[in-house]
Every structure is written in C-alpha cells, then in structure tokens.
C-alpha cells in the first residue's frame, strides 16, 4: 500500500506523528507515533504505536496483529542497531 501521509505532530528530538489513510475515507487510517523519552544517563526509551481505525481494522484484525506488528518489531531492532552503532563510533555524543 502507498500512503501520503500528513505530519501531525513535530517535537525535533522527542516525537514524530503522523496519520496516514487509504484511498477510500473510512476504511483505513493509521496514526503513527514515535517518541524518544530520555532515562537517567544517555538511555532513553524509544517508544513506537501505531493506532488502526477504519472498517479494514475490523475485516483483517488478525493481520494487523502479526504482519504489521512483525514489520514494526523489525524496523524496530533494526533502527536499534543502527543508533547503537551511531553511538559507538560517536561515545561522546
């Protein structure tokens, strides 16, 4: 599927969101959040949702729950890896 999603919220550094939605008004919307809370030290907590709405959600449930979520984890660990890496090569960043 091909989005042309709208940015709805912009926090340089800390969040990102945006709302994408199908063709047709009503059967699929996704906002997708990312939020970056900092911890103690350099840690921080890399916070990812995705929120469904839209008749599509209730048709393919179980698809939403195991392909897309799977797609999620993956971009997860591999965004992951990548800022690990970042920050191995750049320790006093």
């Known amino acids: 599927m091909t989005f042309r999603p709208l940015i709805v919220d ?3 550094k800390r969040e990102l969101r945006w709302i994408g939605r ?3 008004p009503g059967l699929l919307s996704g906002e997708h959040i990312f939020m970056i809370q ?5 840690n921080v907590r890399f ?21 897309i ?3 999620f984890e ?3 660990q591999a965004l992951k890896a ?3 890496l970042e920050s191995s090569h750049n320790p006093s960043s």
């Open 22 to 24: 199908f063709a047709v």
């Open 38 to 42: 900092p911890l103690e030290g350099d």
């Open 82 to 84: 990548q800022a690990e």
């Open 69 to 71: 979520r799977l797609g």
């Open 10 to 12: 912009l926090d340089p």
């Open 47 to 67: 916070v990812h949702r995705e929120i469904f709405t839209g008749l599509f959600v209730l048709l393919y449930a179980g698809n939403f729950e195991t392909n």
């Open 74 to 76: 993956r971009m997860n």
